[in-house]
């Protein structure tokens, strides 16, 4: 894969208009609004939402913000900031940059990691959409689902670049060609490939907000209550459990777990062997309702359900116990959610367990 220079030229966007002179000749005290500093806070969360979508780790993400703040930095040293036609693509292709490079030190990462790996979650107020856990309280949940992380991990760097960008943020192919120093053409076909390996892994609809909501509960009670009976009416037959606990908790499984009987009876002996006693807060992790629970003020582990289109069983369970992909996760912090409308989101803000709506191309 060939390297993006940082110092290449600037895209979506026509070049700027040379820098406002006063009368006289001498070149007009910039605008604070617009230092390079304060270009990168303004897009931070911009940023942060699509590293975090190609790499699924919290750390990772904000180390690529911190090699994009320096580039963008040094970039602003070598040259005018006027001469950046657009600098929030320009700020995106640098991170896109710098996301591709780090997957390489991810990929070998996780070949040491024990047991399963997943994504860390974002846990979210429901009544604000923010995820004041990261990023200086800039990250709202347009992160896509636990179990679309899940997916996009078995496409190339490539193409979950392309398809995070193109699918989750709106921009067009020739935009992402020019970030990723690939022809039009290439970057079509790469969008393609990555589509059709999602869609024939992800159902293209699903159940009514409520309908999740009310299921994802029953599941929980059932779960941490140990009633099995309930556990094998809303389990789907071919259910799979993954749980990632790092090697740091002994009762994480290093395997997933396949099956409406294993599973119910894993989650049974874990239910009956807990000592802790826990405190149940429903949040959304990634947009979709999940349970996040306590051991007094310190999380113990996040849980997350992928239903079936019709929401009325569970098809998939993802769960995070490791504490450092739970060190983000404050009690403090996790406000009591509002109540819910009809259509099961909360007042003034749209439903975030949807896929969010592109952005549109800079």
Not at 216 to 244: H, K, Q, S
Request: no cysteine; net charge negative.
């Amino acid at each position: 894969m060939a390297a993006i220079s940082d110092d290449g030229p600037a895209t979506g966007g026509a070049a700027a208009p040379d820098a406002p002179r006063e009368p006289g000749g001498g070149t007009r005290r910039r605008d604070p609004a617009h230092t390079p500093t304060r270009y990168f806070v303004d897009h931070r969360e911009l940023l942060f939402s699509v590293v975090y979508n190609m790499l699924g780790s919290v750390a990772d993400t904000e180390d690529v913000l911190q090699e994009t703040w320096l580039s963008w930095s040094g970039k602003n040293r070598r040259a005018p900031l006027a001469d950046i036609g657009n600098p929030r693509a320009y700020l995106v292709r640098i991170a896109v940059n710098h996301a591709l490079a780090r997957r390489t030190v991810v990929a070998s990462r996780r070949e040491a990691y024990i047991g399963t790996w997943l994504p860390d979650p974002l846990v979210s107020d429901a009544a604000t959409g923010l995820a004041p856990d990261t990023a200086d309280h800039a990250v709202r949940t347009d992160a896509v689902s636990m179990a679309m992380l899940v997916v996009l991990e078995t496409l190339t760097p490539l193409e979950r670049a392309v398809f995070v960008l193109h699918e989750v943020f709106g921009y067009p192919h020739t935009e992402i060609a020019d970030m990723l120093d690939r022809s039009a053409t290439a970057v079509r076909q790469l969008a393609r490939r990555a589509r059709s390996h999602v869609h024939a892994r992800r159902p293209r609809y699903r159940a009514h907000p409520r309908v999740r909501r009310e299921a994802t509960e029953r599941f929980v009670a059932a779960a941490l209550g140990g009633d099995i009976g309930a556990l094998m009416e809303i389990l789907a037959p071919d259910v799979t459990v993954w749980i990632d606990g790092g090697g740091a908790r002994p009762t994480a499984g290093l395997r997933p777990v396949h099956g409406r009987d294993k599973v119910a009876r894993m989650l049974v002996g874990y239910a009956t062997r807990r000592t802790e006693d826990v405190d149940i807060r429903y949040r959304r992790v990634n947009g979709d309702d999940a349970a996040v629970l306590f051991a007094g003020d310190s999380p113990y582990g996040v849980m997350v359900m992928d239903l079936t289109p019709e929401g009325d069983h569970v098809r998939s369970v993802y769960i995070v116990t490791n504490p450092d992909k739970l060190a983000h996760v404050r009690p403090d912090e996790l406000n009591e959610p509002d109540e819910l409308d009809e259509d099961g989101t909360s007042p003034g803000r749209p439903e975030l367990s949807q896929p969010p709506e592109p952005r549109g191309h800079v």
